[in-house]
């Protein structure tokens, strides 16, 4: 009780005197300028979310579009495959011929040399063996009669008989 007394004892804002018998228009109190509303906070929902969603992605293409750009695509592709083609080699050819394969410092035949020849000899730069033929030749001497064969009396010649040419 003392604290509901002494908040009476309290000065308050001054309100006017009662007037006695006279009543005056009432003043209207200046309106207090207003606080800017608050923001109003987002709270979006999962419709909004949705949209949002939605809004990002980048626009659908028609189908006639999506299709150009593939024909596109597939032009490219096979223009740069031919380029790289025609660029990796000249076309080849095959020729047929004889030519002997001459025996290399270890005694085995270099039919790669051979080949070069025979291509060379049909007007290409060089080529690779696709087939090969052997043959014996032997001296004059293994023909005379009575004389015993010597290991070098025969010798036994490769051939290339046909290369892939460029």
């Not at 001296?139 to 290369?163: E, F, H, M, Q």
């Amino acid at each position: 009780m003392l604290l509901f007394a002494a908040g009476a004892a309290w000065p308050q804002t001054a309100s006017p005197p009662p007037a006695l018998g006279i009543q005056q228009p009432a003043q209207q109190a200046a309106p207090a300028p207003s606080a800017p509303a608050p923001e109003r906070q987002e709270n979006p929902g999962l419709i909004d979310e949705i949209g949002k969603f939605f809004d990002k992605l980048p626009p659908l293409k028609s189908p006639q579009q999506t299709i150009d750009d593939l024909n596109a695509r597939a032009k490219d592709a096979v223009k740069d495959a031919s380029e790289g083609l025609s660029r990796l080699a000249k076309p080849a050819s095959m020729v047929s011929g004889r030519m002997i394969c001459p025996v290399s410092a270890d005694g085995s035949p270099d039919c790669k040399l051979g080949a070069d020849k025979l291509c060379q000899s049909k007007g290409y730069k060089e080529g690779k063996s696709l087939n090969t033929d052997s043959a014996q030749a032997c001296s004059a001497k293994v023909l005379i009669p009575g004389r015993t064969r010597k290991p070098d009396d025969c010798r036994t010649d490769n051939y290339v008989t046909s290369a892939l040419c460029q």
